[in-house]
């Protein structure tokens, strides 16, 4: 079976709105547990916009499943990552001005800063996973800096504007897993996968987790719609 990794961060966008206590991207995370999930995603951003450090202290303590925070490689969230202890670490690029990660990380250019992170997150008992792009280059580079996995970046096959382009980012994609495999490095992937364009990406071989947000937050508020307009319905009675 492929896990299924919930990435909960939208619930907090919403929270962090109005500032205020809810939705609770802790309660998401078991009730996402309870619907099958095989494993919780949050990315704690250097500016915390939508998750916050109370949220990773708690999800550590109630995640039944895995722990997967992703990060930007800083000193700051390696030192939180490893007082924390998730299960898993991936390592993001980070862009304040971004609506989301935007690309995958440049481990070639990063090489010699990441190696004594990724040693030290790895030091500390935790799988570390980059989250890059279907580049064998950067796959190369994700095995010499001692990385575990690497979680290759769907985006660009889910934005492709054809067919046909779709066809060929769906390629790098199998090509980039067989590297990964030949390399010994445990296959991830995610971003911008919805349950239309998922289909072609399970078919192929190799992938072992997938990591989904958008898609799923987003379907969740529409199927729990009509029972949160029908439960104040029901107290707007004198
Ligand atoms: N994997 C990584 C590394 C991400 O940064 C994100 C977005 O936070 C996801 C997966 C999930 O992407 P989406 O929200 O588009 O499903």
Redesign the pocket.
């Known amino acids: 079976m492929i896990r299924l990794?919930i990435?909960v961060?939208?619930v907090a966008t919403v929270r962090q709105a109005r500032a205020t206590t809810a939705p609770d991207p802790v309660t998401a995370a078991a009730l996402a547990e309870l619907g099958g999930a095989d494993g919780i995603?949050v990315?704690l951003r250097e500016d915390r916009r939508h998750i916050q450090d109370r949220d990773v202290h708690l999800l550590r303590q109630t995640v039944q499943s895995r722990l997967n925070l992703?990060m930007a490689a800083t000193y700051e969230m390696v030192a939180i990552a490893c007082d924390v202890g998730p299960d898993c670490v991936?390592l993001?690029p980070e862009k304040r001005q971004e609506l989301?990660?935007e690309g995958g990380l440049d481990v070639v250019s990063a090489r010699d800063w990441l190696l004594p992170r990724i040693d030290t997150l790895r030091a500390a008992g935790i799988v570390v996973s980059l989250?890059v792009d279907p580049d064998p280059a950067q796959i190369d580079a994700a095995v010499q800096v001692n990385a575990d996995c690497v979680?290759i970046?769907t985006?660009a096959y889910?934005d492709a504007p054809s067919a046909g382009a779709q066809m060929a980012q769906l390629h790098k994609i199998e090509q980039a897993i067989a590297t990964a495999q030949r390399a010994g490095l445990t296959v991830?992937a995610?971003?911008?996968?919805?349950y239309f364009n998922i289909r072609p990406v399970v078919a192929l071989q190799g992938i072992v987790e997938f990591?989904?947000?958008?898609?799923?937050?987003a379907r969740a508020i529409m199927v729990g719609m009509q029972q949160a307009v029908a439960e104040m319905k029901a107290l707007l009675v004198r």
């Open positions: 990794g990435n961060d939208h995603t990315h992703e991936t993001v989301t990660t989250f979680e970046h985006g889910c991830h995610g971003h911008g996968l919805d990591n989904i947000g958008h898609s799923i937050i």
